[in-house]
């Protein structure tokens, strides 16, 4: 910070006057500390490819059971509505998918502030656990058939528990690659989250026509609502444990072991410091609302791609199970593939950039690719994802990095965990069951690609409302390097860097 003192005040005193002098000199005395080199955080990439990875694999879980529910929803229908009449079946069971959504801002209520102040990894583990616990119970459940519509409810019930669970696992997750990866790099390294993310979903989809194709071979055409449909939930039970054990690798995040003692404990005036919800939008509220639309304008489009997918294609186009997972499997594995590439893109051009080609590239492909996909062919069926899968690979490739930069190192899971999961469960989740219902009601088949291109609309408000992250150390907390050179060089130019806030780092006051 600067060692000026002003000229005068605004009602004009003169700076001759002793008292106002005297207060002069004293401010002057205290300063911000320079930034020195045992300040900068050296993570090697050793230690940020296990954490990485230990982090990846939670979201990998999490999306594998959507890819799961969502390949299975018209399944899921017979098993557990049966009962149900007309069309209102399916819709229960999409509401499954959205019930669990409507309960991630509890989640996050609880465990974001709870990250803040024990750790990120300590409750990365907890929702892990309870995540894999929860998608292999699912796979024992009774069905219709044996207990009647009732049941729903235990579905209902696991649904809520998962949605508890992811109320803290996306938000922790995004807190915790952002806050390993070096500011210079942390576009790339941060969209390994949501490589795990797709990845996994396209692996719960595999498993659903794998299993789909095996069992109605040897078993018959009932073979997938009699058992099968079991099977790709129980095989949580193995991947949970893989998952669970890299999670007990994961060391905490450098960021949050620098944090001075003080910033955790919070002080309800300091932006700076850890703050409970009423702090968190009291001092970060305008960030809260940016995050809230971006992540509506990423996850209408990417649920939309994913989870409501399989249902549109099989109820609205005739597109059997089977066909529908053959085109949408590697769609979402060469989208993957493309999400480091933007990352690395963003850290170059900027996240506000990267976020302007998501949101007009929604706006211009959305109708056209679900024109095409009325055709109904295979081939149409590919193209029109692949068009859809555009924007959300601009979008999610940088939601890790360009969301957690939003706020200081000491809330930053809680108004994570807030703005994520609001957003989610209010417009993300809520996707299938809202475009299936416009559909229903109005008839319009592209009712989904509207409801898309209007939250897009709304994210490139915020994207123009939001200040730019590439480069620069996270709020709150000290730069991040990954050579001691590197901290040497910033250290040396600290003076003349453009892209260093000293006033938002943890440096102790002191006086000349």
């Given at each position: 910070?600067?060692?000026?003192?002003?000229?005068?005040?605004?009602?004009g005193s003169s700076a001759s006057d002793p008292q106002r002098r005297a207060r002069r000199?004293?401010?002057?005395?205290?300063?911000?500390?320079?930034?020195?080199?045992?300040?900068?955080?050296?993570?090697?990439?050793?230690?940020?490819?296990?954490?990485?990875?230990?982090?990846?694999?939670?979201?990998?879980?999490?999306?594998?059971?959507?890819?799961?529910?969502?390949?299975?929803?018209?399944?899921?229908?017979?098993?557990?509505?049966?009962?149900?009449?007309?069309?209102?079946?399916?819709?229960?069971?999409?509401?499954?998918?959205?019930?669990?959504?409507?309960?991630?801002?509890?989640?996050?209520?609880?465990?974001?502030?709870?990250?803040?102040?024990?750790?990120?990894?300590?409750?990365?583990?907890?929702?892990?656990?309870?995540?894999?616990?929860?998608?292999?119970?699912?796979?024992?459940?009774?069905?219709?058939?044996?207990?009647?519509?009732?049941?729903?409810?235990?579905?209902?019930?696991?649904?809520?528990?998962?949605?508890?669970?992811?109320?803290?696992?996306?938000?922790?997750?995004?807190?915790?690659?952002?806050?390993?990866?070096?500011?210079?790099?942390?576009?790339?390294?941060?969209?390994?989250?949501?490589?795990?993310?797709?990845?996994?979903?396209?692996?719960?989809?595999?498993?659903?026509?794998?299993?789909?194709?095996?069992?109605?071979?040897?078993?018959?055409?009932?073979?997938?609502?009699?058992?099968?449909?079991?099977?790709?939930?129980?095989?949580?039970?193995?991947?949970?444990?893989?998952?669970?054990?890299?999670?007990?690798?994961?060391?905490?995040?450098?960021?949050?072991?620098?944090?001075?003692?003080?910033?955790?404990?919070?002080?309800?005036?300091?932006?700076?410091?850890?703050?409970?919800?009423?702090?968190?939008?009291?001092?970060?509220?305008?960030?809260?609302?940016?995050?809230?639309?971006?992540?509506?304008?990423?996850?209408?489009?990417?649920?939309?791609?994913?989870?409501?997918?399989?249902?549109?294609?099989?109820?609205?186009?005739?597109?059997?199970?089977?066909?529908?997972?053959?085109?949408?499997?590697?769609?979402?594995?060469?989208?993957?593939?493309?999400?480091?590439?933007?990352?690395?893109?963003?850290?170059?051009?900027?996240?506000?950039?990267?976020?302007?080609?998501?949101?007009?590239?929604?706006?211009?492909?959305?109708?056209?690719?679900?024109?095409?996909?009325?055709?109904?062919?295979?081939?149409?069926?590919?193209?029109?994802?692949?068009?859809?899968?555009?924007?959300?690979?601009?979008?999610?490739?940088?939601?890790?990095?360009?969301?957690?930069?939003?706020?200081?190192?000491?809330?930053?899971?809680?108004?994570?965990?807030?703005?994520?999961?609001?957003?989610?469960?209010?417009?993300?989740?809520?996707?299938?069951?809202?475009?299936?219902?416009?559909?229903?009601?109005?008839?319009?088949?592209?009712?989904?690609?509207?409801?898309?291109?209007?939250?897009?609309?709304?994210?490139?408000?915020?994207?123009?409302?939001?200040?730019?992250?590439?480069?620069?150390?996270?709020k709150g907390s000290f730069p991040s390097v990954e050579t001691k050179a590197e901290a040497?060089?910033?250290?040396?130019?600290?003076?003349?860097?453009?892209?260093?806030?000293?006033?938002?780092?943890?440096?102790?006051?002191?006086?000349?």
């Amino acid at each position: 910070m600067s060692n000026t003192t002003p000229a005068s005040d605004a009602s004009g005193s003169s700076a001759s006057d002793p008292q106002r002098r005297a207060r002069r000199g004293k401010k002057a005395l205290v300063r911000r500390r320079r930034l020195e080199v045992d300040d900068v955080l050296v993570v090697k990439k050793s230690k940020l490819r296990t954490a990485i990875t230990g982090t990846v694999v939670g979201n990998f879980m999490e999306w594998f059971d959507f890819g799961v529910y969502g390949y299975l929803a018209v399944t899921l229908t017979t098993v557990f509505t049966g009962d149900a009449p007309g069309g209102l079946g399916l819709l229960l069971t999409l509401f499954g998918f959205a019930i669990s959504f409507l309960v991630r801002p509890l989640g996050g209520l609880v465990l974001g502030p709870l990250g803040d102040r024990i750790g990120r990894q300590k409750v990365l583990f907890f929702t892990m656990a309870m995540m894999a616990i929860a998608t292999a119970l699912i796979g024992v459940l009774p069905t219709s058939a044996q207990i009647g519509l009732w049941a729903i409810a235990p579905l209902y019930l696991l649904k809520m528990v998962q949605g508890f669970s992811t109320g803290g696992e996306y938000a922790g997750a995004t807190t915790y690659v952002s806050e390993f990866s070096p500011d210079r790099s942390r576009g790339y390294w941060s969209s390994f989250l949501d490589v795990g993310s797709y990845i996994g979903f396209a692996a719960g989809a595999s498993v659903v026509a794998l299993t789909t194709w095996i069992a109605e071979a040897s078993a018959g055409p009932d073979a997938m609502t009699e058992f099968g449909w079991r099977i790709p939930f129980l095989i949580a039970i193995p991947l949970g444990v893989v998952a669970i054990w890299f999670r007990l690798k994961i060391p905490e995040t450098p960021a949050f072991e620098a944090e001075p003692e003080e910033e955790r404990e919070g002080n309800p005036d300091d932006p700076l410091a850890r703050q409970g919800i009423i702090g968190i939008f009291r001092h970060h509220w305008r960030e809260v609302l940016i995050g809230i639309a971006l992540v509506s304008a990423t996850n209408t489009a990417g649920y939309a791609l994913t989870s409501y997918m399989p249902t549109y294609l099989e109820t609205e186009v005739g597109v059997s199970n089977l066909m529908a997972a053959v085109a949408t499997v590697p769609v979402l594995v060469v989208m993957s593939a493309c999400l480091p590439l933007i990352g690395k893109l963003s850290d170059r051009i900027g996240r506000r950039p990267v976020y302007a080609i998501a949101v007009i590239s929604t706006i211009v492909l959305m109708v056209p690719a679900f024109a095409v996909m009325q055709i109904g062919q295979e081939w149409a069926v590919f193209i029109a994802l692949v068009m859809v899968a555009i924007p959300v690979a601009f979008y999610v490739a940088i939601s890790a990095s360009a969301l957690p930069a939003l706020f200081p190192t000491a809330s930053r899971f809680g108004a994570m965990a807030i703005a994520y999961n609001v957003a989610v469960s209010l417009f993300g989740g809520t996707t299938p069951l809202f475009s299936q219902a416009l559909i229903d009601l109005t008839g319009n088949t592209y009712m989904p690609a509207f409801y898309i291109m209007f939250f897009a609309a709304l994210g490139g408000v915020a994207m123009l409302s939001m200040k730019e992250t590439a480069k620069r150390p996270l709020k709150g907390s000290f730069p991040s390097v990954e050579t001691k050179a590197e901290a040497k060089e910033l250290v040396a130019e600290q003076d003349g860097n453009e892209l260093l806030d000293t006033s938002t780092m943890p440096l102790p006051m002191i006086q000349d």
